[in-house]
Nanobody, 133 residues
């Protein structure tokens, strides 16, 4: 059973930066070499949405709302997933979740398809990000 633990959330002002981390454990060798992982967020009263994703082919995908500001990366040796968030705005305020699923994305997949929550059966507990104006 894959377990995910997020950290790095906090409170910043508009324009600030944060780096979220996600530690994965309980994985098999097959899982780590053939997977997709992503960052999602959920603001109060809103649906959970995909922010960024990466698969074991190192392909990355971003939601339009964070392109150019957020960067997802993965450290295979340490089994860590990261999300560098720059130029934060109050609209980025949300609980951020790390998620994982078995298998790489199909060729030609769109961001909306790749970041569909149904593709990710494993979830962390979340870390809160608050951006003040």
């Amino acid at each position: 059973q894959v377990q995910l633990v997020e950290s790095g959330g906090g409170s910043v002002q508009t324009g600030g930066s944060l780096r979220l981390s996600c530690e994965a454990s309980g994985y098999t060798w097959d899982f780590w070499n053939n997977n997709r992982m992503g960052w999602f967020r959920q603001a109060p009263g809103k649906a959970r949405e995909g922010v960024a994703g990466i698969d074991s082919n190192r392909r990355t995908i971003y939601a339009d709302s964070v392109k150019g500001r957020f960067t997802i990366s993965q450290d295979s040796a340490e089994k860590m997933l990261y999300l560098q968030m720059n130029s934060l705005t109050p609209e980025d305020t949300a609980m951020y979740y790390c998620a994982a699923g078995q298998g790489e994305w199909a060729l030609g997949i769109t961001a909306i398809q790749a970041l569909h929550t149904g593709l990710y059966p494993y979830w962390g507990q979340g870390t809160q990000v608050t951006v003040s104006s």
